[in-house]
C-alpha cells in the first residue's frame, strides 16, 4: 500500500503533462492520468505524457465520464461504435502509460428517461471489460453518486454478469451518497483495486488529506484486513486547496501515516 496522486488534483491549475512532470520532482512513486479531452485520448499524447513522467508508476486513467462513457450502453449502433472506438483509443494510451487499471463512472444518472436495468448493464459492461482485458488493462467501477454505482449493491449485481469487473473505492463520493464508505469497501472486497482519497473539515468541507477529521488510520487498517495493498490516490477539487506546497505536504502526512501503520 502507499500513497499517490491523481492528476485530476491539478485540474485547470496544470495540464497532465506537466503535473507528471510535477511529479517527478517530487518523487510520487505512483500516479493516476485524468484524461480530459477528445485530444488527450490519443497515443500520441500519451507518448509525451509517458516522457514527462520518469518513473512514476501509473496505476490507472480516468476519462471525463460524459464525453463517451454512457455511450457505451447505447443502443445506437452508430453511437456505440463510436465510443467503443474512443474506448479503444483510450486503452491504447493506457498501454504506452503503463496503466494496468481503468477508473470508470459508466452510465451517468442525468436524464429523467434513465431506466435502470442492471442485468442488461452487467451484460454491457462485460463486453466493455473484454475490450479493456484484451489491452490488458482491468475494468474498475467507482461508487459515484451520480453515476450507475450510486450506492452499495450495484457493483454486485453488475459483477454477476461481469465476474472480470474491478472495483475503486472514492471517499468524497461515498459522503456526497449519503452512504458510509464501508459499505462500498465491504463491497467490493478483494476485487478493490485503488482508493480515491480525500478529508473533510469539521465544517463538512472538502479537503486535502491530512487537513481535517476523517479517520485515515481506521481506513488503513480496514483496508489491511481485506488485504489490499493498492494505492491511496489523493483526488481532490483543484478548488480544496491553496498552493502546490500543501498537496505536496498532503502527500508526504498520508505516505508517513501509511508507512507507520504498516
Not at 67 to 91: C, I, W
Not at 223 to 244: A, K, M
Request: a negative charge; aromatic letters at 12%; glycine letters at 8%.
Amino acid at each position: 500500500m502507499q500513497a499517490g496522486i491523481s492528476t485530476a488534483t491539478l485540474f485547470n491549475r496544470r495540464n497532465n503533462e506537466d503535473a507528471l512532470a510535477l511529479f517527478k520532482e517530487w518523487g510520487i512513486p505512483v500516479a493516476e492520468v485524468f484524461l480530459t479531452s477528445f485530444s488527450e485520448y490519443d497515443p500520441a499524447f500519451a507518448r509525451l505524457c509517458a516522457e514527462r513522467k520518469g518513473s512514476v508508476h501509473i496505476h490507472s486513467v480516468h476519462v471525463l465520464n460524459t464525453q463517451f462513457e454512457p455511450q457505451l450502453y447505447n443502443s445506437h449502433p452508430r453511437v456505440k461504435g463510436d465510443a467503443f472506438a474512443l474506448l479503444e483509443r483510450t486503452m491504447q494510451c493506457a498501454n504506452i502509460l503503463g496503466a494496468t487499471h481503468y477508473t470508470f463512472h459508466g452510465v451517468a444518472r442525468l436524464k429523467r428517461t434513465f431506466r435502470e436495468n442492471l442485468p442488461k448493464s452487467g451484460e454491457q459492461t462485460k463486453e466493455i471489460a473484454d475490450v479493456c482485458e484484451s489491452y490488458g488493462v482491468q475494468l474498475c467501477y467507482e461508487n459515484v453518486e451520480w453515476a450507475l454505482y450510486n450506492r452499495p449493491g450495484v457493483f454486485s449485481a453488475l459483477k454477476e454478469h461481469c465476474p472480470a469487473l474491478k472495483g475503486v473505492l472514492d471517499l468524497k463520493q461515498a459522503r456526497i451518497s449519503g452512504y458510509d464508505y464501508f459499505d462500498y469497501l465491504k463491497e467490493m472486497g478483494t476485487s478493490l483495486t485503488h482508493v480515491h482519497v480525500s478529508d473533510i473539515s469539521a465544517e463538512g468541507k472538502l479537503c486535502l488529506p491530512g487537513r481535517g477529521v476523517f479517520d485515515f488510520p481506521l481506513l488503513i487498517r480496514r483496508l489491511r484486513e481485506i488485504g489490499f495493498t493498492g494505492p491511496l490516490l489523493i483526488e481532490n477539487y483543484s478548488g480544496d486547496y491553496g498552493g502546490e506546497d500543501e498537496l505536496r505536504a498532503s502527500f508526504e502526512w498520508l505516505s508517513n501515516l501509511i508507512e507507520h501503520n504498516q
